[in-house]
Nanobody, 124 residues
Framework: QVQLVESGGGLVQAGESLKLSCAAS????????LGWFLQAPGKEREFVAA????????RYADSVKGRFTISRDIAKSTVYLQMNSLKPEDTANYYC?????????????????WGRGTQVTVSS
């Protein structure tokens, strides 16, 4: 059974940084893609970034390019999201999700498993 556990959220001021972690377990192979999505109150869940555990391919939403970096630790089956230059509009609950595909998808329905999320709040 695939399980995803997020951590690293918190309250920061605009311009500061946070690093989120997603610890994954239950995979039978490393071909999975792990992605991050955010959901602000009253809004749809939207794609942030994704990385394939095996080939390292990455994909980013335009809104975070140059500020956020996704990376992986294969041995730990953990994916990280380094978030720099945070803005108040980045405030949201951030979810980790897993997709069986080899090419990182930005489409929510492609992801089969989800974590419970970690809250990120950026004050102005």
């Amino acid at each position: 059974q695939v399980q995803l556990v997020e951590s690293g959220g918190g309250l920061v001021q605009a311009g500061e940084s946070l690093k989120l972690s997603c610890a994954a377990s239950g995979f039978t192979n490393r071909a999975w893609t792990l992605g991050w999505f955010l959901q602000a109150p009253g809004k749809e869940r939207e794609f942030v970034a994704a990385i394939n555990l095996s080939n390292g391919r990455v994909r980013y939403a335009d809104s975070v390019k140059g500020r956020f970096t996704i990376s992986r630790d294969i041995a730990k089956s953990t994916v990280y999201l380094q978030m720099n230059s945070l803005k108040p509009e980045d405030t949201a609950n951030y979810y980790c999700a897993a997709d069986r595909g080899s090419f990182p998808s930005d489409t929510r329905r492609d992801y089969d498993h989800w974590g419970r999320g970690t809250q990120v709040t950026v004050s102005s």
